[in-house]
């Protein structure tokens, strides 16, 4: 099981306009791993292993309950690819809740604390 | 008695004697009558019952415990106490799977795992032959050279070692057979590849990228518990071992020319 919907981003990125914040933090029922060129997060419940774009790693690896997606797809994904801002807001938006719904991803309007033992990328 | 594989020795407590001759004759090589055990388990002999072959086990944690359960067992484990009971009929089928689940459970927990692959061990180096059923583990055991010396032909036994103050991997024989029925070699060496299996029409060897390899490890990796310590503990293993251990793709014909690429 994969995520392969990956957003194709533009390098002519603007302030993005949002109406409301989203948080975005890793879930700690998850382990990840880089291996090569490609992250695999490994989820607890069910055993189900995915393969994260290069799209979904961004925000895995950007994923500190802190720093609000708009951010994250201005400073991390806009500088990556090549799209139109509000296109790659709008599909990282998508992912993001892709990958909650899988349990990778937490999501919330207001930043997420930390819990007491946060699971981390290992390598 | 005891039973002991890839240096994990485990007494079976059975007062039937005829159960034992059987345990005996099925682990032939991997019996002990008098070495020191790390855990022990009494057997519990039922009457026989139907149960169904397919059904799938069940193995869960509680209060520190392991359950254990299929249609022809039941088993509880306590690391703690290094104890456990399995009840089960006299039949060498059900303690086989009990301590295939007790094996994962162990190595997993240093960094090791059961592997669904054959191993050889040539030149003083071991090899893992690893697919799903039908991808050429029987066959690459049945072509194995006179100087190889085959660990299993069905699931490969996986240590990871500290040696000369190195961690290092090494795989060991195994009582688990397929389709060759052959007990493996109760002998052990460092893994030098795995080989990932795909029958084709030449004999070839390719790299395999490192996340195509944990993604195939994983999907070859016998394990059965669904608590998440141990899920993500097995996920690790494998991402350490695909980082320190080469993975190749071989394709081959089944005809002997194959062990020429190996060792």
Redesign the interface.
Known sequence: MGFNQQSTISNSCVKLKMNKRIYLARSPRIAARRLGEEMLVMSGQGSTLFTLNPTATILWQAADGATPLDEIVESRICSEFAVQPEEAMRDAEALAEDLAKHGILLISEQPIPKPATSVQESR | MVIAIGGVAVRVNTGDADFLAMLEERYAGFVSGVAPAEFDFDVDLTAPAFADPDADVSVSHRAGRWFMERGDFRAEWDPATRRGWIRQSANPYSIDAVLRIVHTLVLVRQGGFLLHSASAVRNGKAFLFAGVSGAGKTTISRLAPPDATLLTDEISYVRKLNVSGLDAYVAFGTPFTGELAKLGENISAPLAALYLLAQGPENRIEPV???D???EL?ANML?FA?D??M??RA??AA?DF??SVPVYRLTFLPDARVWEMIG
């Open positions: 990228v490192a996340a390899a944990g993604r994983l394990f669904g998440q310590e899920v993500h996920f690790e991402c695909v980082d």
